[in-house]
């Protein structure tokens, strides 16, 4: 097994242990015990860290596309190689269980590859121009400066990797800030980049209490650029703050995916998907799959054989079992959160088929947990549970489907299953959301571009526009010297 890293900062080349405003404790959420400590950065610190993003900023963002590529590569290789070491962290720390903590790590790294290689790839354009005196229009994405990148702790590598990727890639320097409760598996992930030979103060690592260092972080003059993955309270709350001091701003944030199934679905095949596919990371994702909009005539079957699935998952510590299928939840906070969600259900406003109660245990585990028939404006159907809760609801015509579907603020991803080409195409034009899935709840690859709309956020990360979300457009108009 894996030592619990000595967690420290990382600023201008160097790494620090000591963090001038204290430390915090890091614990293991299966066991509840404390396995390692994780220093906070002081004001001072953090001004240590911007003068180093912005000193290196000026070479970095010269250097060629084919430089920053080959360093790239270096780093997802070396992540690759540590994915064995770098797992049994994630899974200490926010408790995933360790094939999906693999899982994460190498799909992580065919990110950093992609983004990588967009920087070798990805050109300007020249736009024909309308008279004989100007000779050309040219158009280039420019790196746009020091960025800060404020990551949440559900995928503790891939959405640092995500960041730092694009930010790299496109010629700019960066500050990452993770989570507090998964420092050492974001420190793992700098490592890769360092040791590929990332230079002194291209990237650095902070960590401490979010709130005061995104607010030093975005109000500093240095930060051109924030990128920030978390709830939609504190996105606003950010993206408030980026906008009183105009910085670009790319706000990931949560997401309460509906599901379609229609009559014409596969209902074997859609049914074995989304009950695996739902309690995947303890529910903990942005775009898992949650409101199960079922058709009436499938709608008792979907129920039973969900619930069947459900309520076979083994849930346990995946430090200590390696066969578990879901682990606990991140912390205390999530357990209160899933238990007000359950409580809600109460008075005939849904019914718990299976789950819904803390499972007696030291860490903080609650059970999968299946609402039939939640109420409209039940707490499930309105605020996203981001944790081990599906609810089902039937529908009569599919079109009533799509209006529940597209009721909330929220668009970040939606999926529907239909054997129907016509209907599928139809679901996949009217479902309001960044990202749709049909007849699967896959939504997510290196190649493409991932993000939400409405309350969800605005802007992507990954494909091309992953990387061009860290560079400014540039228009020059060169005319003829005289003549
Ligand atoms: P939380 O809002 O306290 O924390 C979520 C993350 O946001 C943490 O990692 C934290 O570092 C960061 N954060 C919190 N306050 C911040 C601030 N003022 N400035 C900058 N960063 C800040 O909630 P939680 O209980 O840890 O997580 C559950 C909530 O977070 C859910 O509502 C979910 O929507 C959201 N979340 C979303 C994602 C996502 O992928 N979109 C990931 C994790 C959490």
Not at 169 to 178: D, Q
Not at 256 to 277: E, F, G
Request: net charge negative.
């Amino acid at each position: 097994m894996t030592a619990y890293p000595t967690v420290k900062l990382f600023i201008g080349g160097q790494w620090i242990e000591t963090g001038e405003a204290g430390a915090m404790e890091v614990v293991n959420p299966a066991t509840g015990g404390v396995i390692g400590h994780c220093p906070k950065a002081s004001p001072a610190q953090l001004d240590a860290a911007l003068k180093a993003a912005g000193d290196a900023f000026p070479a970095w963002s010269r250097t060629s596309g084919a430089e920053r590529h080959a360093i790239l590569r270096r780093a997802a290789d070396l992540l690759r190689e540590r994915a064995p070491q770098i797992a049994s962290v994630i899974t200490a720390e926010m408790g995933k269980p360790r094939a999906q903590a693999v899982g994460e790590i190498t799909g992580s790294a065919d990110v950093i590859d992609f983004l990588g290689e967009e920087a070798k790839r990805r050109g300007g354009r020249l736009i024909p121009t309308r008279g004989n005196q100007l000779l050309a229009q040219i158009v280039t994405h420019e790196p746009i400066g020091p960025a800060v990148l404020l990551t949440p702790w559900n995928f503790p590598i891939n959405l640092p990797a995500k960041k730092i990727a694009g930010a790299l890639a496109a010629g700019c320097t960066a500050i990452l800030k993770p989570a507090e409760n998964t420092p050492a598996s974001a420190q793992m992930l700098v490592e890769c980049f360092v040791d590929a030979g990332v230079p002194e103060g291209v990237l650095n690592l902070v960590h401490g209490d979010p709130g005061p260092i995104a607010e030093h972080l975005i109000a500093s003059p240095v930060t051109r650029k924030v990128s920030f993955t978390g709830s939609t309270a504190v996105g606003k709350h950010l993206g408030a703050l980026a906008a009183t001091h105009m910085k670009r701003f790319t706000p990931e944030l949560g997401g309460h995916a509906p599901v379609i199934v229609s009559k014409n679905a596969d209902l074997a095949r859609a049914v074995a998907m989304c009950a695996t596919t739902k309690f995947r990371n303890a529910g903990q994702v942005c775009v898992s799959p949650t409101r199960f909009l079922v058709a009436r005539e499938i709608y008792d079957n979907f129920v039973a054989e969900f619930a069947a699935i459900a309520g076979k998952i083994k849930v346990g510590d995946p430090g200590a079992d390696e066969s578990v299928d879901m682990g606990p939840l991140a912390h205390a906070r999530r357990i209160s959160a899933m238990e007000q969600v359950v409580a809600d259900t109460g008075g005939n406003r849904g019914e718990v088929v299976t789950g819904g109660s803390v499972i007696d245990s030291t860490g903080f585990f609650f059970q999968p947990t299946v609402i039939a028939n939640p109420s409209p404006d039940s707490r499930f159907m309105t605020e996203e549970p981001f944790g081990p809760i599906a609810g089902i609801v039937p529908f009569e015509k599919i079109e009533d489907a799509v209006g529940i579907a597209n009721s909330l603020r929220y668009g970040l991803a939606a999926y529907a299953f239909s054997g129907d080409l016509d209907e599928a195409h139809y679901l996949g034009r009217a479902l309001k959301a960044g990202m749709v899935g049909i007849n699967q709840l896959i939504v997510s690859s290196p190649e493409t571009p991932f993000g939400g709309i409405g309350d969800s956020g605005f802007g992507s990360e990954g494909g091309e526009e992953g990387y061009l979300a860290f560079t400014d457009t540039k228009l020059v108009m060169l005319a003829k010297a005289g003549g």
